[in-house]
């Protein structure tokens, strides 16, 4: 009998996977702000201090990559100055660029895909710990709208 486990992963605000989340998005919503057509390929990394933001990123607008990071590292309560944001972009090549979506139609499909993803892996047994979580989070967040 083949035996098979299922799991879920729930982050808070200040988790660095959920911190990346929120790097990310607001990069691909910069460029699409500066240019609907932007071709957004990149992924970020949080570590001991630092981020890291990789891949490819064409867009007609000039967006300032370490600016947006820091200015989402301070939204969630973060001191960016005690980081060191490394970016490691480049345009995205012609030969990919010939036969991609638009970064806003990949976007609504990944959601769709994610959410999908996720729903199907949570366990009804993690949704006290979930809700806990949950509380958790909407406190901090009450927390910092009060400052």
Known sequence: ????????ESACAGHPDKLCDIIADSLL????????SSRVACEVMATKGKI??????????KVDIRWKVCEVLRKVGYNPWKFTVFVFVHKQSKDIDAGGT????ARNGSEERYGHFYSCLFRWEDYD?????????????????SD
């Not at 890291?52 to 607008?61: F, L």
């Not at 638009?102 to 139609?105: G, K, N, S, V, Y």
């Open 29 to 36: 919503d910069a460029c699409l702000r500066k240019d609907k």
């Open 1 to 8: 009998m083949n035996k098979s486990y299922k799991t879920a």
């Open 52 to 61: 890291i933001v990789a891949g490819e990123i064409t867009c007609d607008g």
């Open 102 to 105: 638009t970064a806003l139609e």
């Open 129 to 145: 710990k979930y809700k806990e979580i949950r509380k958790a989070a909407e406190k901090y967040a009450d927390r910092k709208d």
